[in-house]
C-alpha cells in the first residue's frame, strides 16, 4: 500500500535559518503530492502541491520538488520565522481523491 | 480564515449523552470527509461522502453516526462514547479530482468524561 515517511521531529531551528523537512513515499501509480501545515489550535491547511514529476511547489516562501526519481518531496525554506512554527504534514493521493495517506508529522520550533 | 467551520469547537460530554458535530463548507465541493486526530498524531479517516453518499467508512465503531444532508452540510452524531474517543473531530472538502487539496475546519475537541 502507500506510505509517506517523514524525518522524525521536533526540529528547532533559531530565526533566519535554513529548513530542510525530508519526506519520502512509496506508491502506485503517479500520486500528487502535497504539504500540508498545523498551526496550534487549528486545522491543517494546504502548503503546497505538486501533481507530476519534477514539479516545483511553492508558497510563502517554502518550496518543494516532486523527484520521481528518488521518490521524495523535502520541503525547503531559506530563512524560518517564529511564525512558522507548526507541524507539517506531508501527504499523498494515488489512485484517487478520497483517501490522503499522510506522513507522521514533524514540529517545527523556531526560536528568536 | 477557515473556509470550513465547524461547530462546536469544544465538547465535554459523558458516555452515556448523545450530541453532534456539524460542519459546513459553501465552497461548492462535493466531497466530505470526518477525521478523528490524536496529539501529535496524522488525522485518521473516519468518513467519506461523495455527492452526498457515504462512500468510505473505515470500520469506524456504530457509536459515531455520520450524516449529509446536503452538499454543504455534514453531521457527526456521538453516542455511548468512550474515554479513548477523546480527540480532535476534523471536517474537510474538497473538490473530486487527485489532485485537489482537502480543506480543513480547525476541528471540534471532544472530551468524554
Known amino acids: 500500500g502507500d506510505s509517506v515517511t517523514q524525518m522524525e521531529g521536533p526540529v528547532t531551528l533559531s530565526e533566519e535559518a535554513f529548513l530542510t523537512i525530508n519526506c519520502t513515499y512509496t506508491?502506485?501509480?503517479?500520486?500528487?503530492l502535497f504539504w500540508y501545515v498545523q498551526y496550534p489550535g487549528e486545522g491543517l491547511q494546504l502548503l503546497l502541491k505538486?501533481?507530476?514529476?519534477?514539479d516545483k511547489g511553492s508558497n510563502k516562501g517554502f518550496e518543494a520538488t516532486y523527484r520521481k526519481e528518488t521518490t521524495s518531496f523535502h520541503l525547503e525554506k531559506g530563512s524560518v520565522q517564529v511564525s512558522d512554527s507548526a507541524v507539517y504534514f506531508c501527504?499523498?493521493?494515488?489512485?484517487?481523491?478520497?483517501?490522503?495517506?499522510f506522513g507522521t508529522g514533524t514540529k517545527l520550533q523556531v526560536i528568536p | 480564515d477557515t473556509e470550513v467551520t465547524q461547530t462546536p469547537k469544544h465538547l465535554v460530554m459523558g458516555m452515556t449523552n448523545k450530541k453532534s458535530l456539524k460542519c459546513e463548507q459553501h465552497?461548492?465541493?462535493?466531497?466530505m470527509y470526518w477525521y478523528k486526530q490524536k496529539a501529535k498524531k496524522p488525522p485518521e479517516l473516519m468518513f467519506v461522502?461523495?455527492?452526498?453518499?457515504?462512500?468510505i467508512n473505515e470500520s469506524v465503531p456504530s457509536r459515531f453516526s455520520p450524516e449529509c444532508p446536503n452538499s454543504s452540510l455534514l453531521n457527526l452524531h456521538l453516542h455511548a462514547l468512550q474515554p479513548e474517543d477523546s480527540a480532535l473531530y476534523l471536517c474537510a472538502s474538497s473538490s473530486t479530482g487527485r489532485d485537489q487539496p482537502q480543506h480543513f475546519g480547525d476541528g471540534t475537541r471532544l472530551s468524554i468524561l
Open positions: 505538486a501533481t507530476k514529476a519534477d
Open positions: 461522502y461523495s455527492y452526498e453518499k457515504l462512500s
Open positions: 501527504a499523498l493521493h494515488s489512485g484517487g481523491y478520497q483517501k490522503v495517506t
Open positions: 506508491a502506485t501509480g503517479y500520486p500528487s
Open positions: 465552497m461548492g465541493h462535493r466531497a
